[in-house]
């Protein structure tokens, strides 16, 4: 399974953009890059997956580049109820719930 | 359209009892997946229920266990529990069928105290 890495955490203010870039060197032909959200003593949540190139939705963009070694996830204008923490999971479409989460990004939003 | 639910929300046990933690899915799934999250750490795969059998299973010793039930809610078992097994226990579901991202649906999680 393809070894994730993000930033421990990440600071960012009011309104303003957040990119937030996982490195998975090591992904697979058939794996995905999926996005989960978790609030404090809350499960998970799901954001956005993508295979390549890049992916919308009404709450974030996903980007990846041709290499696919990389992605990043753009969160616009965040606001102080984005304080989370973000992981990045790579694997095969159904199949990646099998991969551990890894300690993700902790973006703290400032007003 | 109730989501997954997990019971309980809390317990405490002492080393060496065995602990039974509840979920039920999201109406219209049927596989059953539990994560183990400490704290400070993301959530660790332990295993993945389907048609009332385990189908994958995460590094975790043959003191977790688990169950389906025909009606797909499932229950993860801990045996000779040790204080290490203080976590954040989290059921996910999602529908065989597939979604385009096979997206995971969590519940709140039980969460289990050692002494």
């Known amino acids: 399974l393809a070894k994730t890495t993000q930033p421990i955490s990440m600071d960012s203010y009011e309104g303003q953009e957040v990119n937030i870039t996982c490195s998975h060197n090591?992904?697979?032909?058939?794996?995905?890059i999926t996005w989960y959200q978790q609030f404090p003593s809350q499960g998970p949540r799901f954001i956005i997956q993508?295979?390549?190139t890049k992916v919308t939705n009404e709450v974030a963009s996903l980007f990846i580049p041709a290499d696919r070694k990389s992605s990043t996830l753009s969160l616009p204008r965040v606001s102080l109820s984005d304080t989370a923490v973000y992981y990045c999971?790579?694997?095969?479409?159904?199949?990646?719930?099998?991969?551990?989460f890894g300690t993700g990004t902790k973006l703290q939003v400032i007003p | 359209d109730a989501g997954v639910t997990q019971s309980p929300t809390h317990l405490i046990k002492t080393r060496g009892q065995q602990v039974t933690l509840r979920c039920s899915p999201k109406?219209?799934?049927?596989?059953v997946s539990w994560y183990q999250q400490a704290l400070g750490q993301g959530p660790q795969f332990i295993f993945q229920?389907?048609?009332?059998?385990?189908?994958q299973r995460g590094n975790f010793p043959d003191r977790f266990s688990g169950h389906q039930f025909p009606n797909y809610s499932s229950e993860l078992n801990v045996n000779a529990l040790l204080l290490g097994d203080s976590a954040l226990y989290l059921c996910?579901?999602?529908?065989?069928?597939?979604?385009?991202?096979?997206?995971?649906?969590f519940g709140e999680g039980s969460r289990l105290t050692v002494l």
């Open positions: 999971l790579v694997g095969p479409y159904g199949g990646y719930q099998k991969v551990t």
């Open positions: 109406s219209g799934h049927d596989t």
């Open positions: 229920y389907y048609e009332e059998e385990e189908r």
């Open positions: 090591n992904i697979a032909t058939n794996d995905y």
């Open positions: 993508g295979y390549k």
């Open positions: 996910a579901s999602r529908s065989s069928g597939g979604t385009q991202t096979g997206e995971l649906f």
